[in-house]
C-alpha cells in the first residue's frame, strides 16, 4: 500500500511535473485540496474518484485528524492513491503530518515534489526572489498565524533579515503583518507586491509600498512579496536595458548580446 503525497504546483496544469501528471492518470482515488486548479483535476483517470478535504473557515476543529483516517481507509481499499496540495506538499502543506500519520498506519508514502507558488506566484509576475543588487536570500513566511498571537512569528525580526519576504495565506492579515513589519523597523517605503491567483487566467498584481498595504485590497490566494525586487517586473521589455547594463557592469554582458 502507497499513498502518493503529490505537489500540484501553483495553479497552471502546465506547471505540474510529468511525475505528478502519470499519477494522476493512473489514480484511483484523488484526495485534492481546496484550491488545487479544476484544470488539475481535469487531468485525473476518467474512473478515479475525487475527494475534495480542502478546509474551510468555520470548519470543524478535527479537520486534519479527519484527512489522515480518510487516507488510510483509501489506502486499504485501492492501488493507487493519490493525495494532491496545492504548490509543495511540504511547503505549509502538512504534508510532513500526513506522511506520519501515514507510516504509523503501516502505510508507504512517496513524495511527488511539486513547484512552490512561494517561488512560481512572484515569478509568474516578473518578480526575483533573490537578484544580485537587490537581495541575497529569501524568506518564506506563513501569513496564516495571527501576528499578535503569543506563539506568532516574530515579525519584527523577519524585517531586520534583510531578505526578500514570501508571505503565503496572508491575505486576511496583510495589514497586521504590514504594522508589524514597520515596528521591526523596515522602511515604510519598502516595495510590495501582491500576486492574486498566480499562474492562472484570473492572476492579478497589485504594486504598493509597505506603508500603504494595509489601505491596499487582497484577495485571496494571495501571495505577498516584500522587499526591493517586489518593484520589478524583468519580463518587462523597458527593463532591457537595466538587466544587460548590469550585467554589463559585472564583466558578463556578452553573453546576452
Known amino acids: 500500500m502507497t499513498v502518493f503525497l503529490v505537489g500540484a504546483g501553483p495553479g497552471d496544469p502546465d506547471l505540474l511535473t510529468l511525475r505528478a501528471a502519470r499519477l494522476l492518470a493512473e489514480a484511483d482515488v484523488v484526495v485534492h485540496d481546496r484550491l488545487v486548479d479544476a484544470r488539475v483535476l481535469d487531468l485525473a483517470a476518467p474512473w478515479a474518484r475525487l475527494v475534495d478535504v480542502g478546509k474551510r473557515p468555520g470548519g470543524p476543529a478535527d479537520a486534519q485528524n479527519r484527512i489522515h483516517d480518510l487516507l488510510v481507509d483509501a489506502a486499504g481499499r485501492h492501488d493507487t492513491v493519490v493525495r494532491l496540495k496545492g504548490g509543495d506538499p511540504f511547503v505549509f502543506g502538512r504534508g510532513g503530518e500526513e506522511a506520519e500519520a501515514l507510516r504509523r498506519a503501516g502505510i508507504d508514502v512517496e513524495v511527488v515534489p511539486g513547484i512552490t507558488s512561494a517561488v512560481a506566484g512572484p515569478a509568474a509576475a516578473g518578480?526575483?526572489?533573490?537578484?544580485?543588487?537587490?537581495?541575497?536570500?529569501?524568506?518564506?513566511?506563513?501569513?496564516?498565524?495571527?501576528?499578535?498571537?503569543?506563539?506568532?512569528?516574530?515579525?519584527?525580526?523577519?524585517?531586520?533579515?534583510?531578505?526578500?519576504?514570501?508571505?503565503?495565506?496572508?491575505?486576511?492579515?496583510?495589514?497586521?503583518?504590514?504594522?508589524?513589519?514597520?515596528?521591526?523597523?523596515?522602511?515604510?517605503?519598502?516595495?510590495?507586491?501582491?500576486?492574486?491567483?498566480?499562474?492562472?487566467?484570473?492572476?492579478?498584481?497589485?504594486?504598493?509600498?509597505?506603508?500603504?498595504?494595509?489601505?491596499?485590497?487582497?484577495?485571496?490566494?494571495?501571495?505577498?512579496?516584500?522587499?526591493?525586487?517586489?518593484?520589478?517586473?524583468?519580463?518587462?521589455?523597458?527593463?532591457?536595458?537595466?538587466?544587460?547594463?548590469t550585467a554589463s557592469e559585472h564583466g558578463g554582458s556578452s553573453w546576452l548580446n
Open 127 to 245: 518578480i526575483p526572489v533573490t537578484m544580485r543588487g537587490h537581495s541575497s536570500g529569501v524568506t518564506v513566511i506563513t501569513g496564516h498565524q495571527d501576528p499578535t498571537a503569543a506563539r506568532s512569528i516574530d515579525w519584527e525580526a523577519a524585517a531586520r533579515l534583510g531578505t526578500t519576504l514570501v508571505v503565503l495565506m496572508g491575505a486576511s492579515r496583510a495589514a497586521l503583518i504590514a504594522e508589524h513589519l514597520l515596528l521591526g523597523g523596515l522602511d515604510a517605503t519598502t516595495p510590495v507586491a501582491v500576486v492574486e491567483s498566480a499562474t492562472t487566467p484570473a492572476q492579478r498584481v497589485v504594486r504598493t509600498v509597505l506603508a500603504d498595504l494595509p489601505d491596499t485590497p487582497v484577495h485571496a490566494p494571495a501571495i505577498l512579496v516584500i522587499g526591493s525586487v517586489a518593484a520589478l517586473d524583468v519580463t518587462d521589455a523597458d527593463l532591457g536595458d537595466l538587466v544587460t547594463s
